[in-house]
């Protein structure tokens, strides 16, 4: 059984487009993020959810919009795509929000903006 | 910003030898985790060690913090093939504003 799973595994649009990406975890996980990995594997959190309330949002565009219908799943929409959001995005989730557990990654989106 | 930094960026070695790659942080932290990332996939978490641990030790795996040089270290003792992965070290720190931010990984590549 899968514990993280995002769809779609790879996506590929055109400048401008806007594009959703979806996560789920069966962990029973209290917290979920989203990192964004960049072509020198360089990972950035980019938001965390703790039951279904934002707690951290880095400085990221607000073209991107993170949506939490429940505490097991954890989108994000991105509006309007530039070239430099081309990257591989990973869904998270962990049992707490304190820094005290592991996260349990998905395999990632490979975004490609064209 | 990166907090943590892994030295070295890469390491190539054969099957049998031991692996060490350490990583230095520069703020306080909570906790520091090492995670391991196959090519194409997501990240796995391998060892979570707290800022008063000194030593911890899972299969192959040891790791060592030193909270006083800020810096932690991984050992892989008697590498296979398969331990081929990019391996990253990442803090917990923040309090109630927890997050854990990674640093840039070191490539480790074991040849049979």
């Known amino acids: 059984d899968t514990a993280v799973s995002q769809t779609p595994k790879y996506l590929v649009t055109q400048m401008g487009n806007d594009k959703s990406i979806k996560c789920e975890q069966n962990l029973g996980h209290d917290t979920m993020y989203w990192y964004k990995q960049d072509s020198k594997k360089f990972l950035k959190i980019m938001f965390s959810y703790n039951n279904k309330e934002l707690i951290i949002n880095e400085t990221v565009p607000n073209r991107f919009s993170p949506k939490s219908p429940d505490k097991a799943h954890l989108n994000l929409h991105i509006n309007s795509l530039e070239l430099g959001d081309s990257a591989v995005y990973f869904c998270?989730?962990?049992?707490?929000?304190?820094?005290?557990?592991?996260?349990?990654f998905g395999n990632g989106t490979r975004l490609t903006v064209t | 910003s990166q907090q943590g930094e892994e030295d070295p960026q890469a390491l190539s070695i054969q099957e049998g030898e031991n692996a060490t790659m350490n990583c230095s942080y520069k703020?306080?932290?909570?906790?520091l985790q090492w995670y391991r990332q196959n090519s194409g996939r997501g990240l796995v978490h391998l060892i979570l060690i707290r800022s008063n641990e000194r030593e911890k030790h899972s299969g192959r795996l040891r790791v060592t913090l030193d909270t006083s040089k800020k810096s932690s270290s991984l050992l892989i003792t008697a590498s296979r093939a398969a331990d081929t992965a990019s391996y990253f070290c990442?803090?917990?720190?923040?309090?109630?504003?927890?997050?854990?931010?990674f640093g840039k990984g070191t490539l480790l590549t074991v040849n049979p």
């Open positions: 703020t306080s932290i909570n906790n």
């Open positions: 990442a803090t917990a720190s923040g309090g109630s504003n927890y997050k854990l931010t």
């Open positions: 998270a989730s962990s049992q707490e929000s304190g820094g005290g557990s592991p996260l349990h």
